[in-house]
């Protein structure tokens, strides 16, 4: 599969900004600085599409990208960055808004959507739990990445998708993917996935 474009649409706080457009979305949830714009990047290609920031919690709006393909499944989808969760020095009152613009989010429906849960390959928060316990009571049922694998040696890899399966309380029928954004290992996994799971949403 072939990337002909991705471009920056829009950064969004309320649902009546989002793109009037209808395109399959893939959202991207996950705690602040798992790599979410890192991930993002690594799958178009294209190094400085979504910013990277230092700072953790720096994204904390609904940011839009047009990405369109060569694939007659995937032709043109909008990546869909959400504000990341659990960095301490983010305020309380942010903390409260983020649950409002996530669920704001959430509860509109576009033309079809896959969820990107990513996760940190070397370790689950308590937030990361109670994060996935709210999205499956949403009947949402994320795609499960692990990121940040070249962290690890190659041979930790399997006990770390152990262990976080362990953590969710998931059995082994629900697969886990891996990536590196840095070495690109995953991408054309994650890619399938995708793929498959937009086919499912009919």
């Known amino acids: 599969m072939k990337i002909l474009a991705a471009d920056f649409v829009r950064s969004c706080l309320h649902p009546e900004e989002y793109p009037r457009e209808r395109f399959p979305e893939i959202a991207f949830v ?3 600085n798992v790599g979410k714009s890192s991930l993002l990047n690594s799958l178009v290609q294209r190094k400085g599409l979504a910013k990277i920031s230092a700072t953790p919690g720096k994204t904390r709006h609904v940011n839009f990208f047009r990405v369109a393909t060569n694939d007659p499944i995937l ?3 909008y990546f869909v960055d959400l504000p990341g969760y659990g960095y301490a020095h983010i305020s309380k009152a942010f903390r409260a808004q983020w649950v409002s613009i996530v669920d704001q989010y959430f509860q ?11 996760l940190d390959c070397r370790g689950l928060s308590p937030l990361d739990q109670t994060t996935f316990a709210w999205l499956t009571d949403q ?3 994320p795609l499960l990445l692990a990121t940040k694998v070249d962290k690890l040696p190659s041979h930790r890899h399997q006990a770390s998708v152990d262990h976080i399966r362990q953590s969710l309380a998931i059995g082994e029928t629900i697969r886990i993917l ?3 954004s840095r070495t690109h290992e995953g991408r054309v996994e994650v890619w ?3 793929r498959e ?3 499912m949403e009919g």
Not at 108 to 118: I, M, S
């Open 108 to 118: 509109r429906l576009p033309a079809k959507r896959v969820v990107l849960f990513v």
């Open 197 to 199: 799971r937009m086919m």
């Open 178 to 180: 891996t990536y590196s």
């Open 75 to 77: 032709r043109v989808l």
């Open 30 to 32: 996950g705690r602040s």
């Open 192 to 194: 399938g996935a995708i």
């Open 139 to 141: 009947g949402i049922t």
